[in-house]
């Protein structure tokens, strides 16, 4: 079956970007990513996650949109609903996929009511079926997409690391001691640039 599949990471870690992927799979590249070992991205470690992207990149058509904290808090301002701006970023990578292949089916994981994503989806969204339902990475296609977000998700916190010096943990739990360490040597002014600062956590660690 020739379909697109999203997926996204992210969007519940306080560091880091939120990524929305997008994956064409057919029959034949089913076939291909099963022998690969290719699922669902919660079920695999950074590593395999990691090695499976570049597999993946090199087997599908694909498109990845990453929105870097300090843009993901000015459209998270803009649209005061995270569900609204998880649609904006899937029918982004929808249509940019759909410029590069010919496809009449999408699948996306469902993230909340589904009129945000049928609302946000442009021109060449609005003329393909879309289907959305919960645990979509049972799917193929979803699957590769969540393996693709996660993997330029673990890039970028990597990037961070490097340029900052600093260590950003996954998740939204353990990373109250990583926010402070950032406001010591940067300034809280400067934690929209890493981190989501619409989470409780923000105001945890900044001292007002």
Known sequence: M????TD????????????????????????????????DCKVLSDRKATELAAKIK?????DIVRINPQKYNVLHKKFENLNVLLAWAHARAIENLLRKVK???VIADKFGDE??????????????????????ESDMAVAAASVLARAT??????????????????????????GRMFIAAYGAELLDEVAKVHFRTTSKIVKT
Do not use: W
């Not at 020739?2 to 599949?5: A, L, S, T």
């Not at 291909?32 to 290719?38: A, E, P, R, T």
């Not at 998700?153 to 739990?173: N, S």
């Open 103 to 105: 496809c009449n089916l």
């Open 153 to 178: 998700f673990l890039e970028a916190l990597d990037g961070m690391r490097k340029f900052y010096g600093l260590e950003f943990p996954k998740g939204a739990t353990a990373v109250e001691h990583a």
């Open 58 to 62: 090199g087997e599908c058509e694909f």
């Open 2 to 5: 020739d379909r697109i599949g």
């Open 8 to 39: 996204e990471s992210g969007k519940g870690d306080y560091f880091g970007p939120l990524v929305v992927a997008a994956v064409h799979v057919n029959d034949e590249k089913e076939k291909i990513l099963q022998h690969y070992g290719v699922k």
């Open 115 to 136: 009129k945000y994503l049928r609302e946000k989806l442009m021109k060449e969204g609005r003329k393909v079926g879309l289907i959305q339902r919960p645990k979509a």
